[in-house]
């Protein structure tokens, strides 16, 4: 130990070198970009944990039919009847941006909706029985509500319908859909009810 008020000896050449050496040692060049490429993972990660929701995340779950009641027409004038048993799932699949939705009651079904984050639009493709194939775009707001305009094989040409699923609740949904002709008006045709969440 040097005494008390005593200057610190410069170092030596050779214990600098000792220094330099032990330096290298401990932080060789490819150790220091595997810290690199850590730091720069670690700084990305707020990125991720971040990204938006999926914008159809109210959806996911099991639904059904609120009291069994649906309304329709089908070219039989406006019917109030009743559908008991109707059972919904709706799922995330393994990106962020889609939810399928299965129909397990007849005509059994299903619904894929994607979102594109660029566009800032919904893709819609569906398929009902042996026929009934949709395919639309619309939007989606930020509480989840949903507005697409949908064309269908087995309907008459140039028609098209416009759907609304519209959150009354955390546990309920109305849809509606209404058909227009190739000129944008109505046809009358439409059906709708509500959505509710099985407990």
């Known amino acids: 130990m ?5 200057v610190p000896a410069e170092p030596s050449a050779n214990n600098l070198g000792r220094s330099l050496d032990f330096v290298q040692l401990e932080f060789p060049v490819r150790d220091s970009k595997r810290f690199a490429l850590a730091l720069v993972m670690m700084l990305a990660l707020p990125a991720y944990a971040d990204s ?3 914008p159809f995340h109210r959806f996911f779950g099991e639904w059904t039919l609120k009291n069994d009641d649906w309304k329709q ?8 009847v009743k559908i ?8 995330p699949l393994n990106t962020n941006n889609s939810v399928l939705s299965i129909v397990d009651t007849p005509p059994k079904g299903h619904i894929l909706w994607t979102w594109n984050p660029v566009k800032k639009t919904v893709q819609h493709l569906s398929s009902f029985g042996d026929l009934r194939i949709g395919v639309g775009e619309g939007t989606v707001d930020e509480n989840g ?8 094989e ?25 058909q227009y002709d ?8 439409f059906y ?4 509710v969440r099985k407990k």
């Open 84 to 91: 008991p048993g109707h059972y919904t799932v709706s799922k």
């Open 182 to 189: 190739s000129h944008g008006k109505a046809t009358g045709l």
């Open 73 to 80: 027409n089908w070219g039989n004038g406006n019917e109030a």
């Open 2 to 6: 040097a005494p008390r008020g005593s």
């Open 52 to 54: 938006p929701a999926n």
């Open 145 to 152: 509500n949903l507005k697409l305009k949908v064309s269908f």
């Open 154 to 178: 087995g309907e008459a040409p140039g028609t098209y319908r416009l759907y609304s699923y519209t959150w009354l609740s955390d546990d309920e949904y109305e849809l509606r859909s209404v």
């Open 192 to 195: 709708g009810g509500n959505f």
